[in-house]
C-alpha cells in the first residue's frame, strides 16, 4: 500500500497568516492526490483534486501543487473558517489512503 | 441539492453484524463509482471499500476484507455495506461517498453526514 505522510501534525497560525502543508507519498503518484477539510462532528469536504485542480466553490486563496512524491497545500491568507483538521489523499491506487492529518488551530 | 444520507448505524457485540444503507439524491447514482470511508473518533480516515456503478466491480481494505461487503442498488438509488464478524476496531463513524468523476481513481466530492458504529 502506499503510504501518505503528512507534516505538520499539528500546526499553529494567525488569522492573515499564510500556511503550507506538506503531503509525502511513499511511492509516486503522478498527480492523483486530493485534499481535504474536516472540521468537528463534520464529514470532510474536498478542497483540490488532481494536486492542484480546485474544486468548485473553494475559495482561490486555498491552492496545491506537487507532483510524484511531494505536494504542498497552501493557503495564502488564513480566515477565522479555516482552523480545522487538513487530509491528503492519494487515489492512484484504488487502495486509497490518506495522511494522518494536519490540524489548524488559532495561535 | 446533491445529497447522501447515511443510516443502519448502533451498537452492536462482537461478532454480530450490521448493515449500513446510504441514500444518493439529485444525481444519476448509477454513474458514479461509490465508497465507504471510516473514521474512529479523534483518529483519521480509513479507506473501507468501493464499488463501481454497475456493481461489476469492488474493493475492499484489508482490514475489513472477507468480513464486509458492499453493494448497491441504482433503482433505489441506495449504496449498502454488510458488516459480518464485527470486531471492536471496527468501531467508528462510516461515510459513504461519491467519486468526483465517475472513475475508480477519483477524488470524493460529497460525503454523507456519517453514521455511527459500535461495537461493544
Known amino acids: 500500500d502506499i503510504q501518505m505522510t503528512q507534516s505538520p501534525s499539528t500546526l499553529s497560525a494567525s488569522v492573515g497568516d499564510r500556511v503550507t502543508i506538506t503531503c509525502r507519498a511513499s511511492?509516486?503518484?503522478?498527480?492523483?492526490l486530493a485534499w481535504y477539510q474536516q472540521k468537528p462532528g463534520k464529514a470532510p469536504k474536498l478542497l483540490i483534486f488532481k494536486a492542484s485542480s480546485l474544486e468548485s466553490g473553494v475559495p482561490s486563496r486555498f491552492s496545491g501543487s506537487g507532483s510524484g512524491t511531494e505536494f504542498t497545500l497552501t493557503i495564502s491568507s488564513l480566515q477565522p473558517d479555516d482552523f480545522a483538521t487538513y487530509y491528503c489523499q492519494q487515489y492512484n491506487s484504488y487502495l486509497y489512503t490518506f495522511g494522518q492529518g494536519t490540524k489548524l488551530d488559532i495561535k | 441539492e446533491v445529497q447522501l444520507v447515511e443510516s443502519g448505524g448502533g451498537l452492536v457485540k462482537p461478532g454480530g453484524s450490521l448493515r449500513l444503507s446510504c441514500a444518493a439524491s439529485a444525481f444519476k447514482f448509477s454513474s458514479y463509482f461509490m465508497t465507504w470511508v471510516r473514521q474512529v473518533p479523534g483518529k483519521g480516515l480509513e479507506w473501507v471499500s468501493s464499488?463501481?456503478?454497475?456493481?461489476?466491480?469492488?474493493y475492499y481494505g484489508d482490514s475489513v476484507k472477507g468480513r464486509f461487503t458492499i453493494s448497491r442498488d441504482n433503482a433505489k438509488n441506495s449504496l449498502y455495506l454488510q458488516m459480518d464478524s464485527l470486531r471492536a476496531e471496527d468501531t467508528a463513524v462510516y461515510y459513504c461517498?461519491?467519486?468526483?468523476?465517475?472513475?475508480?481513481?477519483?477524488?470524493?466530492?460529497?460525503w454523507g453526514q456519517g453514521t455511527m458504529v459500535t461495537v461493544s
Open positions: 464499488i463501481s456503478g454497475s456493481s461489476g466491480y469492488m
Open positions: 461517498a461519491r467519486g468526483r468523476v465517475g472513475a475508480l481513481r477519483d477524488a470524493f466530492d460529497i
Open positions: 511511492q509516486s503518484i503522478s498527480s492523483w
